[in-house]
Structures are given as C-alpha cells and as structure tokens.
C-alpha cells in the first residue's frame, strides 16, 4: 500500500537519543504524536573535554520510554520502529559486551559521545596528511569524528580497549544491532562520521595512512562492511528479546537507522509548505535549510550536485534525503551553551527561585523578564553594548577550529536579573549571528537558502526562533509537531514498514508545517552593525593569539 491511503491504526514508533535524554513518540501516518515519553540519561565527564556514556544504560531508557508510549494500545498496530542517535562512538568486545574507553577501565562507560574533544594530537595528524577523504568533511576533520577518538582508543588504551575490541558502532547502529540482531550499519552514519563514500566505500590508504590499517586487514569487520540505507528494513525485525524488552511484538520492522541531526532533517525539510505565503513555495526542496537545535545545532543542507563548503562538513551523498547531497554546517555547544551562561550567573538562583514561582521554566521567565525591561525598544536592542563570540567548545563551522574560545565584551559590575537576562539574550544573539556565517558560507559556495526549518529543544523558545528569523532575515517554520526529531525517526520506521514507497514520499505525507516565524526587517540595520562587531570578535581574538605566540 502507498501512504497516500489512510490506513487506520497503523503506527509508528520513533526513538530519539540525544545528548541528555531519550525520547519516543508513538506517530500515526499522518505523521501526529499520539504518545511522547523521555527519559533522562547518564553522562560522565571524568576529566576535562572527556565525555562518556553507557550503551546498557541507553538501551534502558529506550525501553522504559517505547514501553510507555504503546501503553494502551494494540502493539500488533506498531508496523515500524525507527532510531535515531548522537553519534558518539560505541565500543563491544567480540561478544558484544560494554568495554571501557576510559583510563579507570570503567566498563560501563563504554561510549566515546560526540563532543569529547580528548583527540586533539590524534586529529592534527590525521589532517596534516590531507589525504583526499577530507575534501568531504569541508576540508578539515573535526574532533568530533569518528577516525580520532579510534586512533586515541589505539594509542592510549591498547590493552584495555583496543586490543579486545569486536565492534566500534556509531551510536545509531548499535541501537538498530540491539533490536534486531543485525551488524549493518546504516549509510548515514558512515558517511558522515567515518569517511565512507556512499560511491567508493571505504578507502584503504585513508586508514594505512593514519595508523589504523587494523580495519583495512580485516576487511572492515569491526566497524562496517555491509551498509544500508537509512529507513532499510533489518534483518527480521525485532529479535524476541529485543520486543520484550521493548514491549514490541517480535518481527516488527526496524529500519536502518540516522544520526539525531539527519533524522530532524527528514522530520521538518519535506513539508508541504503550500498557502503560508512562503517564498520556497515555489522552489526546489534545496532552499530550505533544517537548523536541529538542542546541544548543539546542525544545519543541514541539501543539493542536487556535491557542493564543497570549506568548513562545513559533506558533501555527503544520499546521508540525510536518498538522492540528494548534503552539507552539515554545525555549532558545537548551542543549547549546552545558553545553560552554561545562565546557570553561571550570580542571579541564577533568583531566577530559579522566581521561575518556580510561577510554574515556568527559567527561560520563559527570562523571556518575559527581557519583555518588561525592553520598554518601548524592541527587545534585541537591549544589547547595543553586549557582544558574544559563542566558540567556548571550539568552532565546528565554517571556520573548523577547535581552538577558538568563547568571548564576552561589555560587562559591568552588576549582578541582578536584568544583567542575567540580558547575557542570556546576546548569548542567543550570538548563536543566530554563528547560524548567518554559517549560511553565507554554504551560499558562497553554490547554495541558495530561503527559508529555515527549526526544531530540537531550542525551537520551544520563541526569542531563540525570533532572533534566527531576524538576523538571517528568513521566514522560519516550525513544524505542527514540536517534536519533529521523532517525526523523523518514525518516517524511518514507516519506510522499513513498507507502507511507504520511499523516505520522499513518508517525509512529505508525514511533515506539516505549524508555525511561521518571519523577521522583523525594520531591525535589520541593528543586527547588521552586531553582526560587523561579531565578526570583529573573533578577528581580535585571532590577533590575541598571534601576540601571545609572538616573542
Ligand atoms: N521549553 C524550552 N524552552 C527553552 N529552551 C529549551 C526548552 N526545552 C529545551 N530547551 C533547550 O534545548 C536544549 C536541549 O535540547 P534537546 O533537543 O532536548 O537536546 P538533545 O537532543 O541534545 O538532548 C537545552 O539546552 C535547553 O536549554
Ligand atoms: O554531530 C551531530 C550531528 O551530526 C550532533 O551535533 C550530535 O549528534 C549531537 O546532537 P544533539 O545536540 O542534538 O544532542
């Protein structure tokens, strides 16, 4: 059957893992929530830029919340049941147990997650031999990449790690393992994280050159050799083990799975975006932009022919849209970075303590404290005088360097809520300012971008989603279901269901425009200036750095 047919009662389940949860959604055809539960997850932090998780312990919360959103239904109406996943780099032994990536030999923290920045010495090498693969990372690996922290595993944890080591899995291909029993790796993860070509494979001299000719003697084994495309069905479906503890039935068809960033992507880029009065109406699916903002925000990009951006990682053939080409532009720390300044704030325990108050959450009560002290002038003037460089973990893109910092100018001596409410706002100013020299970046290059597609946990803040519209000066749309991360998972599992005749096809019956944002353009010459002194910023920031290494 095509999905074009409303079937009733046929259902999906969608399994999102993010950085600090894991989430599923229950969704019909349509593409309608009808169920949502998350669930907290572990993080372990056990020196600086050392980040680390538990696969069991993820596995767990996946279980905990699939179980709680078919409560009440009829499970034989689950057709599908797509993951999505950070990909953070998950590490077995040959049968399949948790190993540790750690110097304490903590088998439980057996995951490597995204954003640990331990292989700082181990990508350097890696890039100082600008071997051809790197043309499709925009030129420059990024730390956060799969080749490094195997290399640093190699070097620093041989005995313990390494030498014992079955599978290195992406961490959406270990929960797609998990339920199905099959190895597979899904063409998204290895593309985007692993330097596999979705045209040419693997490519040997990549990993004799950077000392890890391990994989290329076994033939790949431990990190992939045979690769599905995202929304394939597994194997059999779900193992009898895996549907108990998922509270499945046994067989249900698992699709090969996506990275959470690609997933948002099919969750909000095909929709049908007809009677908004939006200029991409009547363009090509390629002028939208997907910007999936939680921790961090990626933004994703599609062409019709590769497209090489310097600094933005792709191009990366068939990763996200089957047929397409996609550039991944991305900044490291966004939602991680607004909690980290308000939470550091002096008057962040006032504002806890307000917010509370008033059963809202504290960026709700920013909001509307921003609101009451912005008088008569719009809201985003009230930084004329407060400037923020937001690179604390690094620059992911366009300018690829791990080393830039986080920079604030313009601070004074108070302390107060208005001071709090007001860092927080040039904080979100300057992520929207990262997003702009993201897209000139991608248009330099050959891309054409009208309109941007927000979701993630930062996309529920309506300031956040203001400031992209005004200082891109884009529409941007949010979808009918906030959550549309999980939207994405579930078109995964649609598809490996085979009601649906290709991920095109499911993204467009599945993906609804909700709200639209538009900019307000009579502030455009405010952002402009801001945006001069934001380039300024890290221009000086570069110079600092020279004086410093100077004589
Ligand atoms: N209702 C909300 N209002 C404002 N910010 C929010 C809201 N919900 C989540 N966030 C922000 O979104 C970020 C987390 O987004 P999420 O998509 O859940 O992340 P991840 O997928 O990385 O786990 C947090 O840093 C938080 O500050
Ligand atoms: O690199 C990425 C996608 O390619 C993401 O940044 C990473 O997966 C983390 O996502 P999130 O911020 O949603 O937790």
Redo the contacts with the bound molecule.
């Keep these: 059957m095509s999905g074009g047919d409303q079937e009733p009662g046929r259902y999906y389940v969608g399994v999102?893992v993010?950085?600090?949860?894991v989430?599923a959604a229950l969704v019909d055809q349509r593409g309608v929530l009808l169920a949502f539960a998350d669930q907290p997850i572990n993080k372990w932090e056990p020196q600086f830029s050392h980040h680390e998780q538990s696969s069991e312990d993820i596995w767990a919360a996946c279980c905990v919340v699939t179980k709680k959103v078919v409560q009440g239904i009829d499970v034989n109406q689950v057709r599908g049941l797509g993951f999505d996943a950070?990909c953070s780099l998950v590490v077995l032994d040959k049968q399949f147990h948790p190993l540790p990536v750690n110097l304490e030999g903590d088998s439980r923290r057996n995951i490597i997650m995204w954003l640990d920045h331990r292989a700082v010495s181990q990508v350097h090498r890696i890039n100082e031999t600008q071997h051809s693969v790197l043309q499709y990372v925009g030129g420059v690996m990024s730390v956060e990449m799969q080749a490094p922290k195997l290399l640093w595993l190699k070097e620093n944890l041989r005995e313990t790690c390494w030498d014992k080591a079955g599978h290195f899995f992406d961490l959406p291909d270990f929960l797609s393992w998990k339920a199905t029993g099959v190895t597979a790796r899904s063409l998204c993860s290895l593309v985007c994280k692993w330097t596999y070509s979705a045209e040419k494979g693997w490519d040997d001299s990549f990993w004799k050159t950077i000392g890890l000719e391990d994989f290329v003697a076994d033939n790949y084994s431990k990190i992939g050799n045979q690769v599905l495309p995202p929304g394939a069905s597994l194997g059999n479906g779900l193992t009898p083990e895996a549907a108990k503890d998922l509270g499945l039935p046994a067989g249900v068809a698992v699709a090969a799975s996506l990275i959470?960033a690609h997933a948002g992507g099919l969750g909000v880029i095909g929709a049908d975006v007809r009677g908004h009065g939006l200029s991409c109406e009547g363009q090509p699916v390629t002028s939208r932009l997907a910007v999936i903002?939680?921790?961090?925000s990626c933004h994703m990009g599609i062409s019709r022919d590769p497209i090489f951006v310097p600094g933005v990682w792709g191009p990366y053939f068939s990763a996200m849209v089957p047929g397409f080409w996609l550039n991944e532009g991305g900044q490291s720390v966004?939602?991680?970075l607004?909690?980290h300044m308000v939470q550091g704030h002096a008057a962040f325990p006032e504002l806890q303590a307000k917010a509370a108050a008033r059963c809202q959450?504290v960026?709700?009560y920013l909001n509307s404290h921003l609101d009451l002290i912005k008088k008569a002038q719009p809201v985003g003037f009230l930084t004329v005088d407060l400037h923020v460089w937001p690179d604390f973990h690094g620059n992911r893109s366009p300018l690829a360097d791990l080393t830039l910092k986080g920079m604030v100018t313009g601070l004074k001596l108070s302390q107060d809520l208005d001071d709090l409410a007001i860092l927080y706002l040039a904080t979100v100013q300057a992520i929207a300012f990262g997003t702009r020299l993201i897209i000139e970046a991608m248009e330099a290059a050959g891309h054409s971008v009208s309109t941007l597609f927000l979701c993630?946990?930062?996309s529920?803040?309506p300031l956040?989603v203001q400031m992209h519209a005004d200082i891109t000066g884009m529409p941007v749309i949010l979808s009918q279901e906030v959550e549309s991360?999980l939207v994405g998972a579930a078109i995964l599992g649609a598809c490996a269901s085979g009601d649906f005749a290709s991920v095109q096809e499911a993204m467009a019956k599945m993906s609804k425009v909700g709200k639209v944002v538009f900019p307000r353009l009579e502030d455009k010459r405010y952002y402009d200036k801001k945006y001069k002194v934001f380039l300024k910023l890290v221009e000086h920031q570069k110079e600092y750095a020279a004086i410093m290494k100077g004589d």
Excluded: E, M, P, Q
């Design positions: 999102d993010g950085t600090g949860s989430r950070t959470d903002c939680g921790t961090s966004t939602g991680k607004i909690d959450s960026y709700a993630g946990g930062l529920k803040n956040f991360v």
